[in-house]
């Protein structure tokens, strides 16, 4: 549960992020403008009306704009696919010692939990499967004392030292 002032600091922090966003957006914006009027007045000087240069500059940045952003957000996802497939292929393998089924001897064996697992004796060259069982438990709690009943109403307590 969050406290108060953990709510604040968060309810600021929003805001001074909305505010960022804004400064960049702005930033953003303006120096398009700023470019689109560079190209508009170069273009009106050497050929051509000034919108006609102004409106053909900020549409080719918009257009490239886009088109960077999304390479830039297909490349962000493909990165983040590829890492969630790699850490799920970690956590997938465990190395276990096991013992060959024919001769006996200790192997340490790469163990898949998603895929059929086998492995090739290192001393035999034999080829063993792995069977794996899982099975639920209850959970129980430590006993701290025990009291055992005497004649009557009479009972002796057991405390458990740690």
């Known amino acids: 549960m969050l406290t108060l002032l953990q709510m604040y600091c968060t309810i600021e922090q ?24 560079i190209f508009g ?26 088109v960077w ?3 830039l957000i297909q490349k962000s996802d493909a990165i983040a696919q590829l890492a969630e497939i790699q850490l799920l292929e970690q956590l997938s393998r465990f190395v276990i010692q096991l013992s060959c089924a024919y001769c006996k ?3 340490n ?7 059929k697992n086998t492995f090739k004796c290192e001393s035999c060259n034999q080829v ?6 899982f099975t639920a438990t209850t959970l129980t709690t ?21």
């Open 14 to 37: 929003q805001k001074n992020m909305k505010k960022f966003e804004y400064l960049v957006l702005g930033i953003s914006i303006s120096s398009t403008f700023l470019i689109s009027t």
């Open 41 to 66: 007045f170069a273009g009106g000087a050497i050929i051509g009306t000034f919108w006609a240069w102004f409106w053909i500059s900020f549409l080719i940045q918009v257009i490239a704009f886009a």
């Open 69 to 71: 952003n999304s390479f």
């Open 105 to 107: 001897q200790p192997n």
């Open 109 to 115: 064996v790469p163990i898949q939990l998603n895929a």
């Open 128 to 133: 063993s499967g792995v069977f794996m069982q």
């Open 142 to 162: 430590p006993v701290e004392s025990v009291k055992l009943p005497l004649g009557g109403s009479e009972s002796v307590e057991f405390k458990v030292g740690r």
